[in-house]
T-cell receptor, first 115, second 116 residues
Framework: AQSVTQLDSQVPVFEEAPVELRCNYS??????LFWYVQYPNQGLQLLLK??????LVKGINGFEAEFNKSQTSFHLRKPSVHISDTAEYFC?????????????FGQGTTLQVKP | EPEVTQTPSHQVTQMGQEVILRCVPI?????FYWYRQILGQKVEFLVS????????KSEIFDDQFSVERPDGSNFTLKIRSTKLEDSAMYFC??????????????FGAGSRLTVL
């Protein structure tokens, strides 16, 4: 069965510092990987996705993530965070050629950016 | 940018009552979904809908739940007799046919359901 694990439930960081949000997955088949962000009182917004090709993917708001198949990871990084990056971040995967739209989510990581 | 719109944003209901959550997906999208997030827990897949029928549903999506696309624009989730444990944020999502294999979904802002 497929699963996603986000290792940190909360990540506090000071403004302008770098941040890494960790995501590991488990799957016996090939996967597509996503990071979504949820700002307070808002829906899930797609930050970036890995579908194929280059393992380093860039998303919106200066975020990037690297797909590492050997380590089954898809960690999210930003070199310098801003107060406005405070939000809940979700890693998710879909797998195979499924057309059903079934995403499997991790538990979420709360990024708290402090001034 | 096109959006998925959900109403109501928050609904409070008594246990045993019927609830209908509404969604307007992006107009040229063909695949529709409901997910839910119980407070403090993971976002969970409930159901997918394509070509006017359910494509897949999770174990959570029992006989108390139903979905419908009544008029070609709205996509609804009905909970027939709500239970306390149905309290959650419910997300609607949609995607077009071009990204069919990769499941790139656009989510709405969610409808928070509180069952008392």
């Amino acid at each position: 069965a497929q699963s996603v694990t986000q290792l940190d439930s909360q990540v506090p960081v000071f403004e302008e510092a770098p941040v890494e949000l960790r995501c590991n997955y488990s799957s016996s088949v090939s996967v597509y990987l996503f990071w979504y962000v949820q700002y307070p009182n808002q829906g899930l917004q797609l930050l970036l996705k890995y579908l194929s090709g280059s393992t380093l993917v860039k998303g919106i708001n200066g975020f990037e993530a690297e797909f590492n198949k050997s380590q089954t990871s898809f960690h999210l990084r930003k070199p310098s965070v801003h107060i406005s990056d405070t939000a809940e971040y979700f890693c998710a995967l879909s797998y195979g050629s499924s057309n059903t739209g079934k995403l499997i989510f991790g538990q979420g990581t709360t990024l708290q950016v402090k001034p | 940018e096109p959006e998925v719109t959900q109403t109501p944003s928050h609904q409070v209901t008594q246990m045993g009552q019927e609830v209908i959550l509404r969604c307007v997906p992006i107009s040229n999208h063909l695949y529709f979904y409901w997910y839910r997030q119980i407070l403090g827990q993971k976002v969970e897949f409930l159901v997918s809908f394509y070509n006017n029928e359910i494509s897949e549903k999770s174990e959570i999506f029992d006989d108390q739940f139903s979905v419908e696309r009544p008029d070609g624009s709205n996509f609804t989730l009905k909970i027939r007799s709500t239970k306390l444990e149905d309290s959650a944020m419910y997300f609607c999502a949609s995607k077009n046919g071009r990204s069919s294999g990769a499941n790139v979904l656009t989510f709405g802002a969610g409808s928070r359901l509180t069952v008392l």
